[in-house]
């Protein structure tokens, strides 16, 4: 067995060489052992290390190395798997995009409609689903209804499409017709770009396929490359939202603060599309002096009716505006791509990484046939869980009270001493503020439950966690106010 100068079993000749090539590791100086070997000692650990002798020693299966080095192997693999979804990604973040339609050329009807200009003329046809191989996707829910897809845009290098459900044209269509139940079908084999993409792509059709046994298609996130690339820490973000405010609307104690402001507040930005976009495409074009506009919130009577409506008519309504709405968020994020995906690639140059991104956002969900009955199961036993620790807490309330209630009449004194003895009742204000009428001597938290004896306790409710007497590490759960949930160390 192959050791190192302290004792370490080390790979045999053989195994290193297959792993690391040529690459062999340097011999330790007579400087650089004596440290080590002080350093070890200073943990009881002696030199050379004595290590068992029945250590395996024997072959290892491992496959032969698609490279030079251990690196090249891993970087040939992910080359294999998506260096197609690269190139596609490399011509779409260098094209020219394509004009949008304006809104008097706007065709509703169902399924996806392509716009192209050709020669100064606008020409819509029909397709299956985005005919070329990299676009970026953005889709819109009718969230009362259940958060499905009632519109979907994309843009490619030479294309503009849009997806109407059947429903949002003819609202009277009965509901187990809808199109938004089957989703939009997007094709297999795409780079597809969005903001917040996970949100988008669990809407496109074929990921439901229970045939692939890999991602359907390559789905990148802006929002996560602009994280990687110029993202703030849950740390930075609220200085950063302070030096976005007014001057004039600051306190004395928040331009204290700004005083010193650091560099790094030019350096990144919040992780909404319009703050990725301003920061990525907006800002530059403007240094470098184009006539350009700052992306705003948008229209919030638009973007308020998809949650809002409690009728597909009502979206209908607006339907021209909230098309025009939708497309134009797709190409936002096609140009923050452009702008983002040079940065994304040098901050993280190994196609290993972007490997790791195909897989992460490209998981397999997978259904069965009773994936309707599973979800209401969940459902029955969720409701009956949480009604179980209602009632439980419910019937705490009554048995702390008439406790108290106990030592309350007993004498006077008595209860404030027993309250004062429990670190979690002693959090609940027991204060009696009247002697007369319906709450009588009765505690302020126990008043509400005077009024409605059924009230609701729910899981989250702090009332729950004083009642049920949580502990962590064995000590009392406390609500500090500004803190949230503290425990005291001992002393």
């Known amino acids: 067995m192959r050791k190192t100068s302290l004792g370490y079993p080390v790979l045999s000749e053989d195994l290193h060489e297959r792993i690391f090539g040529g690459q062999n590791p340097k011999e330790m100086t007579r400087l650089s052992k004596q440290r080590a070997e002080k350093l070890l000692s200073e943990f009881g650990i002696q030199t050379p290390v004595d290590y068992p002798d029945h250590l395996y020693n024997g072959p290892l299966p491992l496959p032969q190395l698609q490279g030079e080095t251990l690196q090249d192997h891993f970087e040939k693999i992910a080359s294999d798997q998506i260096g197609h979804y690269k190139d596609l990604a490399d011509e779409f973040a260098a094209c020219k995009l394509p004009e949008l339609p304006p809104r008097d050329k706007l065709v ?48 490619s290098e030479k294309a503009t499409y849009i997806w109407l459900a059947s429903e949002l044209i003819d609202p009277s269509i009965p509901e187990d017709q809808w199109d938004q139940h089957s989703l939009i079908p997007i094709g297999t084999g795409r780079f597809v770009a969005g903001h917040n993409i996970s949100y988008d792509r669990v809407r496109a059709r074929e990921g439901y396929s229970l045939g692939n046994t890999q991602p ?81 919130a948008g229209d919030k009577a638009i973007r308020d009716i998809f949650v809002k409506a409690t009728h597909l008519s009502q979206i209908k309504q607006m339907l021209t505006e909230a098309v025009d709405y939708a497309v134009k968020d797709a190409y936002y994020t096609a140009e923050l791509f452009q702008a983002i995906w040079p940065k994304y690639l040098d901050a993280t140059p190994s196609m290993v990484s972007l490997c790791g991104h195909y897989h992460l956002n490209g998981s397999v969900v997978p259904l069965v046939p009773d994936w309707e009955d599973w979800i209401k199961n969940v459902e029955r036993v969720f409701e009956e869980h949480n009604a179980e620790m209602t009632k439980i807490c419910q019937d705490l309330v009554w048995a702390y ?49 005077i009024k409605d004896p059924d009230a609701e306790i729910g899981v989250k409710s702090r009332l729950a966690h004083l009642l049920l007497k949580l502990e962590w590490e064995g000590k009392p759960l406390t609500w500090v106010e500004g803190q949230g949930w503290c425990f005291w160390e001992d002393d």
């Open 401 to 449: 009270y008439e406790e108290w209630r106990e030592h309350y009449f007993a004498e006077p004194g008595m209860a404030e001493k027993w309250v004062a003895k429990d670190p979690w009742l002693s959090q609940l204000n027991w204060e009696v503020k009247t002697v007369k009428g319906k709450y009588a001597h009765i505690p302020h938290w126990v008043r509400p439950f």
């Open 108 to 155: 509703f009807k169902p399924g996806w409609t392509r716009y192209t200009k050709v020669r100064g003329k606008w020409k819509t046809e029909s397709v299956p689903y985005p005919l070329e191989k990299a676009f970026t996707f953005d889709t819109e829910t009718f969230v009362h209804a259940g958060a499905f897809p009632i519109i979907g845009t994309a843009l």
């Open 216 to 296: 359907e298609n390559f789905y990148f996130d802006t929002l996560s490359a602009h994280i990687g690339v110029s993202g703030l820490a849950s740390g930075q973000r609220w200085l950063y939202v302070l030096a976005g405010k007014n001057p004039e609307d600051l306190t004395p104690e928040e331009k204290r603060k700004l005083r010193y402001a650091p560099k790094w507040l030019d350096e990144g930005s919040t992780n909404s599309l319009v703050a990725t976009y301003n920061f990525h495409v907006y800002e530059v074009r403007k240094f470098f002096g184009d006539n350009v506009q700052p992306l705003g």
